[in-house]
């Protein structure tokens, strides 16, 4: 069982460049959404997704765009990377319900801004 | 959003018992507790969650107080394997708004397991 896949899992870029990290789930789970943590921080939502067609702001969406054309990926893109943007971005998915709300975790991407 | 407090870190010995706590002073009556945790160099995973009544599975209990301002993650017999940051968040249930579909973490609690 695959469950949620993030690729690139590694990816090093230079100031302004553009990457998309995507995030893939084999659960048919309509909620999707984009975390990243910092050292000593936590987790902290990005951007989030309840359903295909439709993305909503989190804690701290600037600099990041989303998208989910597709139920199963939601993507996460970068137009012009800086280093306050170095850090590990994990996805998530879950059910449509009141009574779970179980969040799979993806293993994490390690993005570095040079 | 309602928010929760937890220690930065707590300590424990390998086979004991550990109780990891979290404050939820101004939770909602629609607000379920979560309990995730997260080992080194991997992505979160669930460990349990509840509404009112304490709960268990086979990773962990869950007592929550009787005014749900405040909850308790228990390990029965703490394991190396168990050493990770625990988080406490609380989701709301209700279908109004975006409130239903966030799910915010903390910092969590550090815990250490001595062998």
């Known amino acids: 069982n695959a469950g949620v896949t993030q690729t690139p899992k590694f990816r090093v870029l230079k100031t302004g460049q553009s990457m998309t990290l995507l995030c893939a789930q084999d659960?048919?789970?309509?909620?999707m959404y984009w975390y990243r943590q910092d050292p000593g921080m936590g987790l902290r939502l990005i951007h989030y997704?309840?359903?295909?067609?439709?993305?909503a702001k989190g804690e701290v969406p600037d600099g990041y765009n989303v998208s989910r054309l597709k139920k199963q990926n939601f993507l996460l893109g970068l137009e012009s990377a800086a280093p306050s943007q170095t850090s590990v971005y994990f996805c998530?998915?879950?059910?449509?319900?009141?009574?779970?709300?179980?969040?799979?975790f993806g293993e994490g991407s390690r993005l570095t801004v040079l | 959003d309602a928010k929760t407090t937890q220690p930065n870190s707590m300590e424990s010995n390998e086979e004991e018992p550990v109780h990891l706590p979290c404050n939820h002073s101004t939770i909602s009556g629609t607000d379920y507790i979560h309990w995730y945790r997260q080992l080194p160099s991997q992505g979160p995973e669930y460990v349990i969650h509840?509404?009112?009544s304490n709960v268990n599975n086979r990773m962990a209990s869950l007592a929550i107080a009787e005014d749900r301002k405040s909850s308790t993650l228990i390990l029965h017999r703490a394991t190396l394997r168990d050493a990770a940051v625990y988080y406490c968040i609380l989701r709301d249930v209700r279908n109004s708004g975006g409130s239903n579909y966030k799910l915010t973490f903390g910092k969590g609690t550090l815990l250490t397991v001595n062998p």
């Open positions: 509840g509404l009112t």
């Open positions: 998530a998915s879950r059910q449509q319900g009141a009574s779970t709300g179980e969040l799979f």
């Open positions: 997704s309840v359903g295909e067609g439709t993305t």
């Open positions: 659960m048919n789970h309509e909620y």
